[in-house]
């Protein structure tokens, strides 16, 4: 009764959404046809509604392929916990409005053709746990309100045109598991209590991030070494940090592999592109076995191949490429059934070819060369 005193039914709703249609483009209301009088609006498609009050509590549209604008009426389903809006073609700016919907906890905009800075008041949506803003061409920078949002877990903003720095304030997110701001035109260091063309080092404050899934902070102009730090990160799955210019072709360049080896979750690993120097460490054999992926190509390392590198029985792709490796092929690489990428190309591996690599039946690729490989090309690798 308080509710409807106040004006606040589902009427409310009905009327919100079907504003929100009136700005959908012509061609794709159609998409649509079930939001009309005859239908109660907790019948309308992609509308879920709570169970007591009867408001709308989802609005889920994504991948129909919706045009037009949204419209600020959107922000009038105060009791809206989810909006999925995503894969679309929705242009014009995200509506300043979004930001009373008090009782969102998952937000996503992704895939669209948004345009215009990200609204300050979507920062009050203090509730959020998931933000996806990725995909789209917003601009502007990213606003230093995105610390308030102190319960998010996923944010993705990645492959949008954000410029600037980024919020010292981003350090109070420390729920974070996962975070993708790749393909921006950031710049600038990354923040230290927490990059994009970002530079300096690597803060190894980033391992107090304790549930982070994934980090990406690839093709960007960062420096120093790698943090041990993230040794901590026990729940990692992704660690991605190709194309920059960490490491100083030093024997410490590598100390971190060590520190991974508590990464128990760990399941990719890309590090190539750098400049990472020093022996390749027998640590390496001690990462995780749920490794699928792991890319230490074009750096400086020398040495050889850890013999034990077997140990990784999951692993799908080994790229050790571009390097000043030598000596033989461990044969425990023979024990790498799941393997269908061996990249070895342009080191200086010697010996023969070893007629183990035919045991390995999954291989899609297969490069050895520019190495010191001498004697005849064994017929196992018809298998």
């Known amino acids: 009764m308080l509710l409807e005193a106040y004006g606040l039914t589902v009427e409310t709703d009905r009327k919100a959404l079907q504003d929100f249609k009136s700005q959908v483009s012509g061609d794709k209301q159609v998409v649509l046809s079930s939001w009309n009088n005859s239908v109660h609006v907790c019948n309308w498609k992609g509308v879920t509604c709570g169970v007591r009050h009867k408001r709308v509590t989802r609005l889920d549209l994504g991948g129909l392929q919706l045009g037009g604008v949204i419209s600020q009426y959107i922000g009038n389903l105060s009791f809206l916990i989810s909006l999925d809006l995503s894969n679309n073609t929705f242009g014009g700016t995200i509506p300043h409005e979004v930001g009373n919907l008090l009782r969102l906890d998952y937000l996503d905009m992704s895939y669209n053709s948004l345009v215009g800075a990200i609204p300050i008041s979507l920062f009050n949506c203090s509730r959020l746990l998931e933000l996806y803003l990725n995909s789209n061409p917003l601009g502007g920078g990213v606003p230093s309100e995105l610390g308030s949002l102190t319960k998010l877990v996923n944010l993705d903003l990645e492959r949008n045109k954000l410029k600037g720095r980024l919020p010292a304030s981003l350090g109070n997110l420390t ?25 300096g080092a690597i803060p190894a404050s ?60 760990l399941k990719t690993l890309y590090v190539f592109g750098n400049r990472l120097g020093g022996h390749l460490p027998t640590t390496i054999a001690n990462l995780s076995t749920n490794l699928r992926v792991l890319d230490l190509g074009t750096n400086f390392i020398f040495g050889s191949i850890p013999h034990d590198i077997g140990n990784l029985i999951n692993l799908q792709s080994l790229a050790l490429d571009g390097n000043h490796l030598t000596g033989l092929v461990p044969t425990s690489i023979g024990k790498l059934l799941q ?6 190309v342009s080191n200086g591996i010697s010996g023969e070819i070893p007629s183990f690599i035919g045991n390995l039946t999954r291989l899609d690729a297969l490069v050895l060369a520019n190495n010191s490989f001498e004697g005849t090309i064994p017929p196992s690798l018809c298998n």
Do not use: W
């Open 339 to 344: 393997l269908e990428v061996l990249d070895l």
């Open 206 to 265: 980033l391992a107090n991030i304790s549930n982070l899934l994934m980090l990406s902070l690839n093709a960007n102009n960062l420096t120093g070494s790698i943090p041990s730090s993230f040794g901590k990160l026990q729940s990692l799955q992704l660690l991605s940090l190709f194309k920059n210019s960490l490491g100083s072709h030093s024997s410490v360049d590598l100390e971190f592999l060590g520190a991974l080896t508590n990464c128990t979750q």
């Open 175 to 199: 729920s974070l598991m996962r975070v993708s701001l790749r393909d921006n035109s950031l710049e600038g260091e990354i923040p230290g209590d927490i990059g994009n063309y970002f530079k």
